[in-house]
């Protein structure tokens, strides 16, 4: 078939389950409950091309806010590969996101072609896998369910870590079944919040922001506490936080991926002493 056929579309939320499983093909283990989560993240946000009735590339283009987006997603599919269409359903996950800054998690063989579409290096978001290994002080003084806090404490919270608001977002986020998620709040204000996930093998935990090493460590204790003896579970940190590298090697995780969290313009002011794990590498 020709390209000048490709059709790109916006992907309805029944179809979205599609762009989850070549992500799982790809061995990138994306969450049992990822689609219903991602989609409440932007709804227009999850393109699809097809030739006929066929699907052959996806890509996700997320609004947040006024001024931001992040692109995921981007996957082709191995029989079409080197045809074009690649490049078309970028360029058109880029036209949506166009005069908003761009964030992505670039895997090591697209980061030169990120640089080329004008993206700039970050940093690294390394992630580590370890076994759960029961233990630990037990303590869960302060460490409550999020759906039990104020959301709005939640949501300022997150403002103060991601580059933009995402309400709809963390509410399907923190809510979904299977999911666990454990904010500490102490003297009337929340200093820390995490989300563990089941994903097609083991769980991610993803985020874990928190206002130091000792509440990180106090929530990353009540998050894997869910899990049961030998369970596999995966966090992605930013490497520019050295604390957050202890508290992987303090847990004798070990590295098994890496991307490269990459702009088109200003890095955002996060406190990168303070996310000690990424949400996801599909949504930011």
Sequence with gaps: MSESILDIRTLRRADLDLAIEWAAREGWNPGIRDAACFHAADPEGFLVASLGDEPVAVISAVRYGEAFGFVGFYIVAPGFRGQGHGLRIWQAAMERLAGRNVGLDGVVAQQENYRNSGFRL???????????????????????????????????????????????????????????????????????????????????????????????????????????????????????????????????????????????????????????????????
């Design 122 to 284: 970050a940093h690294r978001n390394i992630r580590y896998a370890g076994r759960h290994v029961p233990g630990g002080s037990g303590d869960d003084s302060g460490v409550a369910p999020l759906r039990e806090l104020p959301f709005e404490a939640l949501a300022a919270y997150d403002r103060r870590h991601f580059p933009a608001p995402r309400d709809d977002f963390l509410r399907a986020w923190i809510a979904q079944p299977g999911g666990v998620a454990r904010g500490l709040w102490d003297g009337g204000r929340l200093r820390g919040y995490g989300v563990i996930r089941r994903c097609r093998q083991g769980h991610k935990i993803g985020p874990l922001f928190a206002d130091d090493p000792q509440v990180a460590e106090h929530l990353f204790q009540a998050l894997t506490r869910s899990l049961g003896e030998g369970e596999l579970f995966y966090l992605d940190i930013p490497e520019t936080n050295p604390d957050a590298v202890d508290l992987v090697c303090r847990h004798d995780m070990d590295v098994v991926f890496e991307t490269a969290r990459m702009y088109t313009g200003d890095f955002p002011r996060l406190p990168i002493h303070a996310i000690f794990g990424v949400t996801s590498f599909e949504l930011g």
